[in-house]
């Protein structure tokens, strides 16, 4: 079946411009997550939803950044002002289920490169 | 605050070697722990998800094993081939995933 999908894969945006970016999970996962992923280091944990709501938002760096996953599938990141220090790669990954078991594999799609000009 | 180091940062091997790479975290307070492959311009493939219960698992030529006492996980890697030559991370899952920095693994052929 299909995987984790997010668009655009690449994104360059002018400093202070409003940018979003999106995701599609595996059909039927009810966990999304965002990480941020700078170069040479792992992924930076931003934010969990469990089906509509936001059950864990401490990882997003300041109030430029939001997420919405409006219906409980799509969601989509949305960063204001951008600044440089922004540019990174955004992934995203989906599992079946929150945290224990063999269902919590995260599962990564190919992540959006965000360059802020 | 759980911080995740792995070592070594890189290494480079001729094919065919076996090799282990090395995965330490600070709290011991965690659900379970991942090793995820990542090529480069590439997301995260997951390649071994252990259980905090759990003390290894085997899936082909990768092992991964997890000492949850003493913060530590290896994934070994046998008759290494250059197809694995990518970015190997650990992740360990409490309240939410924290990631090492990876280990970058070339395999010369």
């Known amino acids: 079946g299909a995987g984790v999908s997010q668009t655009p894969s690449n994104k360059v945006t002018e400093k202070g411009k409003y940018v979003e970016l999106r995701c599609d999970p595996i059909?039927?996962?009810?966990?999304l997550y965002w990480y941020r992923q700078s170069l040479g280091q792992g992924p930076e944990f931003l934010i969990y939803?469990?089906?509509?709501?936001?059950?864990?938002d401490s990882g997003l760096p300041n109030d430029r950044f939001f997420a919405v996953r409006p219906e409980g599938s799509v969601s989509t990141l949305k960063i204001q002002r951008t600044e440089r220090g922004d540019s990174a790669v955004y992934l995203c990954?989906?599992?079946?289920?929150?945290?224990?078991?063999?269902?919590?594999?995260?599962?990564f799609g190919p992540g959006t490169r965000l360059t802020v000009l | 605050k759980q911080e995740v180091t792995q070592i070594p940062a890189a290494l480079s091997v001729p094919e065919g070697e076996n090799l282990v790479l090395n995965c330490s975290f600070t709290?011991?307070?965690?659900?379970?722990l991942q090793w995820f492959r990542q090529d480069p311009g590439k997301g995260l493939t997951s390649l071994l998800l252990?259980?905090?219960?759990?003390r290894e698992q085997t899936s082909g030529r990768l092992n991964a094993s997890l000492d949850k006492s003493s913060g530590r996980s290896t994934l070994y890697i046998a008759a290494s081939q250059p197809g694995d030559s990518a970015t190997y991370l650990c992740?360990?899952?409490?309240?939410?995933?924290?990631f090492g920095t990876g280990t970058l693994l070339a395999v010369q052929p």
């Open positions: 939803f469990q089906g509509t709501g936001a059950a864990d």
């Open positions: 252990i259980q905090s219960s759990q």
């Open positions: 709290d011991s307070a965690i659900y379970n």
């Open positions: 992740a360990v899952k409490g309240n939410k995933l924290i």
């Open positions: 059909s039927g996962h009810t966990a």
């Open positions: 990954a989906s599992s079946p289920q929150v945290a224990g078991g063999p269902g919590d594999t995260q599962y």
